[in-house]
C-alpha cells in the first residue's frame, strides 16, 4: 500500500526556517517525481515544488522561489522541503504527493503537515 | 501563476448531471493536454479523479469525465451521488515543469 506521511510542521516566527519530510513507502520512490503542495486554512490548493525522480532537477512557485528548496534522499525513501524566510502567507497545511499515471496526475497524497508562521 | 478561474459553487440533485468549469490561457490550459482534476472532502487529502485531461485512474467511477475545448477544461459528474459533495480543483501544467491550481469548486448535492 502507497503511503506518504509528511512530518516536521510546527509553529514558527516571520524570518525564521522550517524543514518539512516526507516519508514514503509502499513503493519505489526512485522510480518517480514527487510533488508538493501547500493549502491556507479555508482556502485552496497551491503547488509549491516538483522534483524530478533523481534529484537532479528542481522546480518552484514564484511564491516561493528563493526561499524553498526541495531534495529528497532516494536511499531513505524520504523527500524533504527546506523552507527560510519564513512569511506569515506561507500559513498552510503542506503535502507531499507523488507524480502518477500519464503526463500529469498527482495520485498519493499524504495527509499534510501544518505550518503555521506567526508572531 | 495566477489560479485558474472555477465556479464557486454548482449544485445538482441526486442523479442529476453538473459540470464544473476551469478556465486558463493559452500558457496553461489551452497550450498543454495536461489537466487533472482532484475531488477533496473536508479534512481529507484530494483525491485524483482524472489526469491528461480525460483518463481516470483506476478505481474512479465512470461517472467522472473530463474534457477541454480551447482554454477550458471540464469535469462532468453524472448520475450525481451525495457522497460527490466535495471541493473538486483542477490543475494544469504551465510551462518549465511548473503547475497552477483552480481557485475550486464546491458541489452541493441537494
Known amino acids: 500500500e502507497v503511503q506518504l506521511v509528511e512530518s516536521g510542521g510546527v509553529v514558527v516566527l516571520p524570518g525564521g526556517s522550517l524543514r518539512l519530510t516526507c516519508a514514503a513507502s509502499?513503493?519505489?520512490?526512485?522510480?518517480?517525481?514527487m510533488h508538493w503542495v501547500r493549502q491556507a486554512p479555508g482556502k485552496g490548493l497551491e503547488w509549491v515544488a516538483l522534483i524530478s525522480w533523481d534529484g537532479d532537477d528542481t522546480y518552484y512557485a514564484d511564491s516561493v522561489r528563493g526561499r524553498f528548496t526541495v531534495s529528497r534522499d532516494n536511499s531513505r525513501n524520504s523527500l524533504y522541503l527546506q523552507m527560510n524566510n519564513l512569511k506569515i502567507e506561507d500559513t498552510a497545511l503542506y503535502y507531499c504527493?507523488?507524480?502518477?499515471?500519464?503526463?500529469?496526475?498527482?495520485?498519493?497524497w499524504g495527509q499534510g503537515t501544518p505550518v503555521t508562521v506567526s508572531s | 501563476q495566477s489560479a485558474l478561474t472555477q465556479p464557486d459553487s454548482v449544485s445538482g440533485s441526486p442523479g442529476q448531471s453538473i459540470t464544473i468549469s476551469c478556465t486558463g490561457t493559452s500558457r496553461d490550459v489551452g497550450g498543454y493536454n495536461y489537466v487533472s482534476w482532484y475531488q477533496q472532502h473536508p479534512g481529507k487529502a484530494p483525491k485524483l479523479m482524472i489526469y491528461d485531461v480525460s483518463n481516470r485512474p483506476s478505481g474512479v467511477s465512470n461517472r467522472f469525465s473530463g474534457s477541454k475545448s480551447g482554454n477550458t477544461a471540464s469535469l462532468t459528474i453524472s448520475g450525481l451521488q451525495s457522497e460527490d459533495a466535495a471541493d473538486y480543483y483542477c490543475s494544469s501544467y504551465v510551462s518549465s515543469n511548473t503547475y497552477v491550481f483552480g481557485s475550486g469548486t464546491k458541489v452541493t448535492v441537494l
Open positions: 504527493a507523488k507524480d502518477g499515471p500519464g503526463a500529469y496526475g498527482l495520485d498519493y
Open positions: 509502499g513503493f519505489t520512490l526512485a522510480d518517480t517525481d
